[in-house]
C-alpha cells in the first residue's frame, strides 16, 4: 500500500506561483509513476501531469503546458509540482497519484488551490 500526502496548496493571485510537494511512503519511490491531477468546482477530474519512474519523461495536460513543472527527489521520496502563471481557471483540488501498473492506484487526500483574479 503506497500513502501520499500533498502539502503546499492556498490562495494566490492570479499570475502567481505556488509548489505543491507529495510525499510518498510503503512502496519503493523508484518503482513508482507518479502524477497531479486536480477537481474543478462542478467539473470532472482533470489530468494534469505525470512523470515517469526515472524521472526521464513527463507529460502534461494541454492547459498547463508551459506554466507548470513536475520533479521528484528519489532520496525524499517526494514529487513536486511548481505552478506558474497561476490563472483563476486553475482553482481546483489538487491530487497527487502514484502507479506501479497502467492504472492510477493511489491517491492523496488532495490540497486546495485558489487563484483570485
Known amino acids: 500500500q503506497v500513502q501520499l500526502v500533498e502539502s503546499g496548496g492556498g490562495l494566490v493571485q492570479a499570475g502567481g506561483s505556488l509548489r505543491l510537494s507529495c510525499a510518498a511512503s510503503g512502496q519503493t519511490f523508484s518503482s513508482l509513476v507518479m502524477g497531479w491531477f486536480r477537481r474543478a468546482p462542478g467539473k470532472e477530474r482533470e489530468f494534469v501531469v505525470s512523470i515517469s519512474k526515472s524521472g526521464s519523461r513527463t507529460d502534461y495536460g494541454d492547459s498547463v503546458k508551459g506554466r507548470f513543472t513536475i520533479s521528484r527527489d528519489s532520496a525524499k521520496n517526494t514529487v513536486y509540482l511548481q505552478m506558474s502563471s497561476l490563472k483563476p481557471e486553475d482553482t481546483a483540488v489538487y491530487y497527487c497519484?502514484?502507479?506501479?501498473?497502467?492504472?492510477?492506484?493511489?491517491w492523496g487526500q488532495g490540497t486546495q488551490v485558489t487563484v483570485s483574479s
Open positions: 497519484a502514484a502507479r506501479g501498473t497502467n492504472t492510477w492506484q493511489y
